[in-house]
């Protein structure tokens, strides 16, 4: 009697594993290369085109985001690449060996990269989604961190910017246009880790595209110097709203310091171009991105 019934729930015990894995496995991500471990070409610069050599993305418009991958370190032309890649390539990808970087908006002129893709399949009206993606700081390289990081639906890819147009947080952020997923207000990530931002989306139905970058903010401060800017647009009204954005939607780096020398040291005898442009730019917020799931959750 006790073989039959140790019988019976070592049946059923296999019974429900096999449940839970065929509904573990049977999960299916609609983002197509989220880990971006898939290029048309190995990349071995910074971008300086709207052009992103990882399959499945791209940039919607003409900022111009950055792929790094491990494989540079295997080409033959090793002595080519700008240290400045090489630079922000040494960071470990949370999987794989592939991962994006995100100059997610600019202190003085609102200029800002955003990376874009075509879901695998079309979004059903009513249906949820467990969304997630991973964000880390490049910290040896960055002088501000954020909090305000987040994904967007759409049903079509003129969301911030149009081709031939570089994104502009004052041209194009509007209060419509919120991330459908995104990091906690106020929590600023400045970890060395990887931090995974993640949510659950109810679908209105026929959203085709995901974005990922930086979107509409609350912030009191922000929204009245934005209001005022945009109205009358003027040098004293543009430095306004790039002190409320510095002062309300960024932190300085903790771990800056610790790198600036390590970084001048490294970088600025190599690419004396590269700082004139980022030195025009005043100062940096770079974001690194990895492992990008939609997954349709079971009824």
């Excluded at 390289?141 to 081709?163: E, Q």
């Amino acid at each position: 009697m006790n073989k039959i019934l140790n019988n019976c729930r070592i049946q059923i015990l296999f019974i429900l594993i096999s449940i839970i894995s065929n509904n573990i496995f049977s999960q299916k991500n609609l983002i197509y290369n989220g880990s971006f471990e898939e290029y048309y070409s190995c990349p071995c610069n910074l971008n300086v085109v709207d052009t992103i050599p990882c399959i499945g993305w791209w940039s919607p418009n003409d900022a111009t985001p950055d792929y790094f991958n491990k494989c540079w370190i295997e080409l033959p032309h090793t002595n080519f690449c700008l240290y400045n890649y090489i630079y922000l390539a040494s960071y470990k990808p949370k999987t794989g060996n592939g991962y994006m970087g995100l100059a997610l908006i600019g202190e003085e002129n609102f200029w800002m990269e955003h990376i874009q893709s075509k879901l695998i399949d079309t979004l059903e009206a009513g249906k949820q989604y467990k969304v997630s993606f991973w964000v880390k700081l490049a910290y040896k390289y960055s002088d501000y961190a954020a909090y305000n990081i987040g994904l967007y639906f759409s049903k079509d890819t003129d969301i911030v910017g149009k081709k031939y147009n570089v994104s502009s947080y004052v041209r194009y952020m509007t209060p419509e246009l919120r991330a459908h997923i995104k990091n906690p207000d106020g929590n600023f990530i400045t970890d060395t880790n990887w931090v995974e931002i993640s949510g659950i989306y109810t679908a209105q139905g026929g959203e085709q595209y995901v974005t990922i970058g930086m979107f509409w903010d609350d912030t009191p401060a922000v929204v009245e110097a934005y209001e005022k800017y945009k109205n009358k647009n003027t040098r004293h009204n543009k430095k306004i709203l790039s002190k409320a954005i510095k002062k309300n939607l960024l932190v300085v780096n903790p771990y800056i310091k610790k790198y600036k020398k390590l970084e001048d040291e490294y970088i600025r005898p190599h690419s004396p171009y590269y700082y004139r442009y980022w030195d025009r730019e005043k100062k940096n917020l770079y974001y690194l991105i990895d492992d990008v799931s939609v997954i349709e959750l079971n009824e």
